[in-house]
């Protein structure tokens, strides 16, 4: 179900609104064009806001792996990564 929805959020949505937005643009009279365009970059915005979670989630889980390294250094006086 989270993958889903996720999967929604962050392909589905935004091929949505790229889509409805170029027909728009494309095909609509000047008011429609202007809302086509608008749609077009609520698109982008929606990518864009995915990437910055995304890029979030992987900063956290780099923090975390510094913070077992440096507990580790704590414990025994070397880096987890350095020869015996």
Do not use: K, Q
Not at 28 to 33: L, R
């Amino acid at each position: 179900m989270i993958r889903a929805a996720l999967f929604a959020t962050r392909v589905l949505l935004p091929l949505a609104l790229g889509v409805t937005g170029l027909a728009l643009a494309i095909l609509g009279t000047d008011a429609t064009e202007a809302a086509g365009i608008t749609l077009i970059g609520c698109a982008f915005l929606v990518v864009v806001a995915n990437a910055f979670v995304r890029l979030s989630v992987s900063e956290e889980a780099d923090r975390a792996r510094e913070e077992a390294a440096r507990d580790h250094y704590g414990r025994y006086g070397r880096w987890p990564d350095e020869d015996g």
